[in-house]
């Protein structure tokens, strides 16, 4: 699940995804969607990455 989200929104939109996820997300830039808080044009999203690779500058 992606959440898309205005800078507005950030802080809820942060603490709803590591509520969820247990996890941190990736944060993108984004300006071809909705904000789910207030509706306005979204500005980012977080994605749940698929493996520890998924994070920039990521080395095991």
Known sequence: MNIYFCIKDYEEAI?????TYESFPILEEDNNNVCKYCGSKSEY???VPESK???K???E
């Open 15 to 19: 603490d709803e995804f590591v509520y």
């Open 53 to 55: 690779s998924d994070y």
């Open 57 to 59: 500058g990521y080395k």
């Open 45 to 47: 999203v977080l994605k």
